[in-house]
């Protein structure tokens, strides 16, 4: 993990945590507290039964939980008001990845709240480190795209990172009207289609539907306030 | 690393490792002998005293050692003929990353000899790996750049992992007419010129110069027969 110190961090997990992050708070949900365990998200729920039980392992829901990781289960009849624990393979870690590494403030970045996110960044004085989440360790397109898109917003004078110039030089070149189909057709996108995930598939690639910007203080995200 | 069994791997490191090999033997040396530790690389030598030794450690050359990393360095009347071991930060150790990985064949690529490696490429009969040695365990624009430049010239229905999407893509935003400029300006262009070795920047992003492509075989690099 790059040192991030004075850092504000964007971690972006656009198959699916990011998504479903802000899609829950977008939805009603008061928090999402994510764990990087099975094991410790069961325990938190067992000692604070009024929290609801989300993620995945492989894509699919785990056995007791209340939702897995599709947007689309966090409905505002589901979620409204509820504070909800979220452990899932590669988001969670690299929210606490981002945590360890010291970030002065960490929000959460996904297609659907792109220009949300530009606009935070835009008031921040500082430098700025945007976590990919990728899938098992590899890199993801769906998440390159989101970063490029992020940083195709910023001001164009900032200082770019190899990193940052070539997701930048990727979403350019798709531009903005590919990202579906670009996506659809990725390793991550087709791996979620072949499991019957394809409807998250397109949500999770509508660019700006919502100003909501989720962020991550204390082991809780919650929205923040304008 | 990614298993590679019954794969080709093209080990690519543009500043400056491949461009060195390529041109080493381009200038008529024998063999390139590629050892990943300072140690090894001298205690190969006292060895056998007729080996020629080359290498950097953070972009410098080494005491007593007869060349740096520099491809310029490498001119037929010093390398004619001869063996040079040689011990780079990142290319020797990608090197050794796609043998231990157990690729069945393992060539280098720079883009200096980059149709060369495209033309081998349509002959092979399997799964292709491009590894990019980037810079420290960090991703570089260069290696990319290279990547996205010779997948650009690759049979277009090959299926590509989201890496080689992004490198494509990469490559074709900029354009080969771009490649000088965007390298010159990437973190390790940047570092080399600082450090004195700008022309060596120049000299590496210059395309399809050689038709050389050095192939791995038995810990020695020497040029594929045509």
Redesign the interface.
């Known amino acids: 993990m790059v040192q991030a110190e004075g850092t504000l961090a964007i971690v972006i997990d656009v198959l699916r945590a990011s998504t479903t992050i802000v899609t829950a708070l977008g939805n009603g949900a008061s928090a999402i507290i994510p764990l990087a365990t099975v094991e410790e998200a069961r325990a938190r729920q067992a000692q604070e039964p009024h929290l609801l039980l989300g993620g995945e392992r492989n894509a699919h829901p785990l056995p007791g939980f209340d939702f897995g990781n599709s947007p689309l289960d966090y409905t505002p009849e589901k979620v409204q008001g509820r504070e909800v624990i979220l452990t899932t393979t590669n988001g969670t870690r690299a929210l606490q990845g981002a945590h360890q590494a010291g970030a002065s403030a960490i929000i959460v970045g996904a297609l659907t709240n792109r220009q949300a996110v530009v606009d935070f960044c835009s008031s921040w004085d500082g430098s700025i480190l945007l976590v990919c989440a990728g899938s098992h360790g590899?890199?993801?397109?769906e998440d390159?795209l989101c970063a490029g898109a992020i940083i195709a917003g910023l001001d164009p004078k900032l200082r770019l990172?190899?990193?940052a110039?070539?997701c930048r030089?990727?979403y350019?070149?798709?531009g903005a009207e590919q990202l579906p189909s670009q996506i659809a057709s990725?390793?991550?996108g087709l791996g979620l289609k072949g499991k019957g995930y394809g409807p998250d598939v397109v949500f999770a690639t509508a660019l700006d539907v919502t100003s909501l910007v989720p962020i991550y203080r204390g082991g809780e995200i919650r929205p923040l306030e304008g």
């Open positions: 590899r890199f993801s397109l390159a990172t190899d990193g110039r070539t030089a990727l350019e070149h798709y990725s390793d991550h």
